[in-house]
């Protein structure tokens, strides 16, 4: 068995904005992969970003600091996920980066904390303000989360740490284009959800689209066709989602169209058509309206390597794959969230140990689920924050620093400043 993959380490990506928010560190969340699959003797990691698949040739490419492997294969799960989308305007990345990846979480961090630090430095009140305002884009559970913690740090954890600024004076404000907060969780959640941002000082701005993100700021247009510019520095990137591009490989060469998104339809058995030897799952796959969450990725994995064992060992074929929904979580702030399960619908604080138990149940290896637990007690209990650190070109952001040659870089506290 061999796995292939672009980074080093297996993401429990719903904790990314406990990374942004100096909650967790990186570590806890991203386990080596190598070091989870360890004692299982007949699986290989191999590091490389998949160039290439040959559907004809049973053949995968992928490539690293240039060196190009090529890995055949008799049985072919594809499971690179989805990244974030900007509805067409990939510009809007340079100044509102999503959520995706540990890079994204630690430019975010770095954003948001030297945020505060710049604000402390800030000349006027019109700069301090603008510095001290906060954008999220996306009502969903990350915009929710991301939203709420932000306004925790200016409201909690900073209060005491700066002498110029008052943190608590920050402006936090999560926008979104469609007409609620967690859609996904029902009207009654969504609204509880809602009322609690409200309550922490959250500006929620609900059917509102944005129309144009820059440097400074951000122009936003409401239901009435309005249209407003808000003076921002940070803003966070919370709403869509598009396929690995793989999807699209893999469709050409089947014959089929991927969706809106990005998804490549699949068989019942989760197999792609025309294909029954490749598999793919999760984010990447379209079938029956399924949800990006992680529970269709996790049972559609587990599907498709049980069908692939059968096969090995001559049983009969199993029925289709059948999702069974386990439910949505999303937290608010420390002490309150919301849980959907089924006809259980919860809030508050039950809601809140319901999420704590299961996120500690999801994280691999048992020294990561202590030193998590740790850090939410630090976080959760006291006012501390124990991973704050971050770079300066983190505050300036990894994409603005790809475009700065050589010569420039002598000019870095000019193109900070601007």
């Not at 770095?110 to 009502?139: C, M, S, W």
């Not at 929620?204 to 129309?211: E, L, M, Q």
């Not at 122009?219 to 003076?231: A, F």
């Not at 420390?334 to 006809?343: C, E, I, L, Q, Y």
């Amino acid at each position: 068995m061999t796995l292939i993959a672009k980074t080093t380490h297996h993401l429990f990506q719903p904790l990314l904005y406990q990374v942004a928010t100096g909650i967790l560190s990186t570590g806890e969340i991203a386990p080596s992969t190598r070091e989870v699959l360890a004692h299982q003797r007949n699986a290989q990691v191999l590091l490389g970003e998949v160039t290439g698949i040959d559907l004809d040739a049973k053949a995968v490419t992928h490539e690293v600091l240039g060196r190009e492997t090529v890995t055949t294969y008799d049985s072919l799960i594809v499971a690179a996920g989805a990244g974030q989308s900007w509805f067409g305007h990939d510009e809007f990345a340079d100044h509102a980066p999503g959520m995706k990846t540990i890079d994204d979480a630690l430019e975010l961090r770095g954003r948001i904390f030297g945020a505060f630090e710049l604000a402390e430095l800030a000349p006027t009140q019109a700069e301090r303000d603008r510095l001290l305002t906060f954008v999220v884009v996306g009502a969903g559970p990350t915009g929710v989360e991301m939203a709420g913690q932000i306004s925790e740090l200016a409201q909690r954890t900073l209060r005491r740490d700066f002498r110029a600024i008052d943190t608590s004076s920050a402006r936090v404000i999560l926008v979104d284009a469609g007409p609620a907060v967690l859609p996904s969780f029902g009207e009654d959640l969504g609204g509880r959800a809602r009322r609690q941002l409200e309550k922490m000082g959250v500006d929620v701005r609900t059917s509102t689209k944005v129309i144009d993100v820059d440097a400074t700021g951000i122009v936003v247009e409401d239901s009435d066709g309005e249209r407003q510019r808000i003076e921002a520095k940070c803003k966070v990137w919370a709403a869509g989602v598009a396929a690995s591009p793989l999807a699209g490989m893999l469709a050409e060469q089947a014959g089929v169209e991927v969706d809106r998104a990005g998804r490549i339809p699949v068989e019942p058995d989760l197999s792609l058509p025309g294909y029954p030897e490749v598999f793919v799952v999760g984010d990447m796959m379209a079938l029956d309206n399924l949800p990006g969450v992680a529970q269709v990725a996790i049972q559609g994995a587990r599907y498709a390597a049980r069908t692939i064992t059968d096969r090995l060992d001559g049983r009969q074929p199993r029925p289709a794959f059948s999702y069974r929904d386990k439910g949505s979580m999303a937290t608010i702030s420390r002490f309150s969230a919301v849980m959907s399960s089924g006809p259980i619908r919860l809030s508050g604080f039950l809601a809140w140990l319901a999420w704590l138990g299961l996120h500690i149940l999801y994280i691999v290896g048992f020294k990561h689920r202590v030193t998590t637990l740790l850090h939410w007690a630090i976080s959760f209990i006291g006012r501390g924050r124990s991973e704050r650190a971050y770079t300066v070109q983190q505050v300036l952001g990894r994409r603005a620093l790809q475009r700065i040659s050589a010569d420039e870089a002598p000019k870095l506290p000019e193109i900070a400043e601007s």
